[in-house]
């Protein structure tokens, strides 16, 4: 992070065509022998010899920094139905593609797509085609996806877990064990927590305790007010990194800021309405808290480009 806040975001602009090329690249190369992993029955890891990397991470920051770069450069077309939301969308039909029907990881396409359509908002295009064409596209995509589970069999843990998040008792000692060991853990935490390291519910009752779960972890030895203090200092994030975003020189810039700020807030929102059972349950880790090498160093790198873009704001 220290190290990419000192390099000119600016610099970034002139590889968006790359970053796109590469991120699609690592996406795909799950699949070739001996460098893709397959981790729990899914294969989303390459390996590098010494360790494990999660290439949609990376593709995360490489399609933000694209989108930046192509919105920045085609504002004049946003107005336009074709040219400026199903052409721009056009781009997300490759990553996602292989997302969905390669690595099995809806949660990173939900991510991205949200992010994508924030930065598609903010530079120009127009609410009603989200509003309307969107909508509908999302919701022929989620009915196609329900079919696709039904008739295949690919993808019917996901509807067990809409089911489990409309009622988890029905079902407590397999799909929905999860959900409510979180929300005991959340629940014996009451206002100020059981201590810090005393939480019960870590040992063998919540599985992914130190990962996508790490929030009911919290709740329960920090209890009610440290996650008040959680929630409030991501919301002080998501504000300063629209501050930057709003008084960076370029559009470019400004583009990046609201990118890499989306990445941050939607994943922070979208973990915490996971583990207090407000959405159904998805594999999404929550910022700067949960395990994991290839998250924490890109949101790292992420918040790097975000500080460099402040500075050069800041410069007279």
Request: one cysteine or more; aromatic letters at 12%; charged letters at 15%.
């Given at each position: 992070?220290?190290?990419?806040?000192?390099?000119?975001?600016?610099?970034?602009?002139?590889?968006?065509?790359?970053?796109?090329?590469?991120?699609?690249?690592?996406?795909?190369?799950?699949?070739?022998?001996?460098?893709?992993?397959?981790?729990?029955?899914?294969?989303?890891?390459?390996?590098?010899?010494?360790?494990?990397?999660?290439?949609?991470?990376?593709?995360?920051?490489?399609?933000?920094?694209?989108?930046?770069?192509?919105?920045?450069?085609?504002?004049?077309?946003?107005?336009?139905?074709?040219?400026?939301?199903?052409?721009?969308?056009?781009?997300?039909?490759?990553?996602?593609?292989?997302?969905?029907?390669?690595?099995?990881?809806?949660?990173?396409?939900?991510?991205?797509?949200?992010?994508?359509?924030?930065?598609?908002?903010?530079?120009?295009?127009?609410?009603?085609?989200?509003?309307?064409?969107?909508?509908?596209?999302?919701?022929?995509?989620?009915?196609?996806?329900?079919?696709?589970?039904?008739?295949?069999?690919?993808?019917?843990?996901?509807?067990?877990?809409?089911?489990?998040?409309?009622?988890?008792?029905?079902?407590?000692?397999?799909?929905?064990?999860?959900?409510?060991?979180?929300?005991?853990?959340?629940?014996?935490?009451?206002?100020?927590?059981?201590?810090?390291?005393?939480?019960?519910?870590?040992?063998?009752?919540?599985?992914?305790?130190?990962?996508?779960?790490?929030?009911?972890?919290?709740?329960?030895?920090?209890?009610?007010?440290?996650?008040?203090?959680?929630?409030?200092?991501?919301?002080?994030?998501?504000?300063?990194?629209?501050?930057?975003?709003?008084?960076?020189?370029?559009?470019?810039?400004?583009?990046?800021?609201?990118?890499?700020?989306?990445?941050?807030?939607?994943?922070?929102?979208?973990?915490?309405?996971?583990v207090t059972s407000s959405m159904p349950a998805t594999g999404i880790s929550l910022p700067f808290f949960s395990y994991g090498g290839t998250a924490l160093v890109?949101?790292?790198?992420?918040?790097?480009?975000?500080?460099?873009?402040?500075?050069?704001?800041?410069?007279?």
């Amino acid at each position: 992070m220290l190290i990419i806040s000192k390099i000119d975001y600016r610099i970034y602009k002139k590889l968006y065509k790359v970053a796109y090329i590469l991120s699609i690249i690592f996406l795909a190369l799950v699949v070739v022998p001996k460098i893709g992993v397959e981790v729990k029955g899914a294969k989303r890891w390459i390996n590098l010899g010494f360790g494990r990397f999660q290439p949609s991470e990376l593709a995360k920051i490489g399609l933000i920094v694209f989108y930046a770069s192509y919105l920045a450069d085609h504002r004049t077309e946003l107005n336009s139905f074709l040219l400026g939301f199903v052409k721009p969308l056009i781009y997300l039909v490759p990553p996602i593609a292989i997302l969905f029907f390669i690595q099995d990881h809806l949660s990173a396409s939900i991510i991205i797509i949200a992010i994508v359509s924030i930065m598609m908002v903010m530079a120009g295009s127009k609410t009603k085609y989200f509003l309307t064409a969107g909508v509908a596209g999302g919701s022929a995509l989620i009915f196609g996806m329900l079919m696709l589970a039904q008739i295949t069999g690919k993808g019917d843990f996901r509807l067990a877990r809409v089911t489990t998040f409309l009622d988890p008792w029905a079902d407590a000692t397999d799909t929905g064990w999860q959900v409510i060991q979180g929300l005991y853990a959340i629940g014996s935490g009451g206002l100020f927590g059981v201590g810090l390291g005393n939480s019960k519910q870590k040992y063998l009752y919540i599985p992914e305790p130190h990962n996508d779960f790490i929030f009911a972890v919290l709740a329960e030895e920090l209890g009610f007010i440290g996650c008040l203090a959680v929630i409030v200092l991501f919301a002080i994030f998501v504000w300063r990194g629209i501050i930057i975003s709003m008084k960076a020189k370029d559009c470019f810039g400004s583009l990046l800021a609201v990118g890499i700020t989306s990445l941050i807030g939607l994943q922070a929102i979208m973990n915490i309405a996971v583990v207090t059972s407000s959405m159904p349950a998805t594999g999404i880790s929550l910022p700067f808290f949960s395990y994991g090498g290839t998250a924490l160093v890109i949101l790292l790198c992420s918040c790097g480009i975000l500080l460099n873009i402040s500075r050069s704001s800041s410069k007279v």
